[in-house]
């Protein structure tokens, strides 16, 4: 199959996808374009994280995370969608206290929800620095 085949059936089969399912594969497809150029490190871990949206709560684990973000593996397919806000509370091992943390998802896929940290906790930056340092010794 030539490169022209192979865009065109792409686009033939992306159109018959609805406006939101458009939408996610747009994000899926940026996702994997920047994948090699991100702002910070991530760091594979396992965090217990309690995501806040609305009235709702969902109690997920944070698999990999970093200064800008992270990705949260869910037990069941995620009800939230691209760009939707949320508020992530979870501990890391240097700090006592919980940090909440607003983020904004920004991929949804069958095993999770990758999401950008917008407004944050002021200790978050330094918690997860030190974090990344304590996986690397």
């Known amino acids: 199959m030539t490169d022209n085949l192979f865009l ?3 686009r033939g089969k992306a159109a018959k996808l609805s406006l939101n399912k458009q939408r996610q594969l747009l994000t899926l497809i940026k996702s994997w374009l920047n994948s090699d150029d991100r702002m910070h490190q991530r760091r594979g871990v396992s965090i217990p994280v309690r995501i806040v949206k609305e009235d709702r709560f969902f109690n997920e684990r944070i698999e990999n995370i970093s200064k800008g973000g992270a990705f949260v593996c869910t037990s069941r397919p995620p009800r939230l969608s691209a760009d939707h806000e949320i508020l992530l509370i979870f501990n890391l091992a240097m700090e006592p206290e919980p940090l909440k943390v607003k983020a904004r998802i920004t991929r949804v896929s069958e095993t999770g929800i990758a ?6 906790d002021p200790r978050l930056s330094d918690s997860i620095e030190k974090e990344m340092q304590n996986k690397t010794a």
């Open 8 to 10: 065109d059936e792409i």
């Open 115 to 120: 999401v950008q940290f917008n407004e944050t």
